[in-house]
Nanobody, 128 residues
Framework: QVQLVESGGGLLQAGSSLRLSCVASGRTFSSYTVGWFRRAPGKEREFVAALRWIGYSSTNYAEHVKGRFTISRDGAENTWYLEMNRLRPEDTAVYYC????????????????????WGQGTQVTVSS
């Protein structure tokens, strides 16, 4: 079993930066996919970014965060990060990290169904 815990959320102004963390405990995997998703009030969950690992990283981003958000890993600490820059009010949401115990193909990154574990989420609120 794997537990994921997100942290780093907060209330901040538009244009600010924030880094979210996702720490995994329990089993570790030689290949995996970590995704960040978010759910805004009254909206469906949406994909933000993913990092696929099989000895090296490959990353994918939703169009609306490309160039502003960066997903990264600290393999030694079983920790993944979502660095968010130039935040906008529309980035306000609960952010979740998710883990799949394999390297997902790109077409399955977006909808969340293929991820095996989820964190409890961390709130990010961006004021204008």
């Amino acid at each position: 079993q794997v537990q994921l815990v997100e942290s780093g959320g907060g209330l901040l102004q538009a244009g600010s930066s924030l880094r979210l963390s996702c720490v995994a405990s329990g089993r570790t995997f030689s290949s995996y996919t970590v995704g960040w998703f978010r759910r805004a009030p009254g909206k469906e969950r949406e994909f933000v970014a993913a990092l696929r690992w099989i000895g090296y990283s490959s990353t994918n981003y939703a169009e609306h965060v490309k160039g502003r958000f960066t997903i990264s890993r600290d393999g030694a600490e079983n920790t993944w990060y979502l660095e968010m820059n130039r935040l906008r009010p529309e980035d306000t949401a609960v952010y979740y990290c998710a883990l799949a115990n394999r390297r997902l193909i790109v077409s399955t990154l977006w909808d969340g169904e293929d991820y095996d574990y989820w964190g409890q989420g961390t709130q990010v609120t961006v004021s204008s």
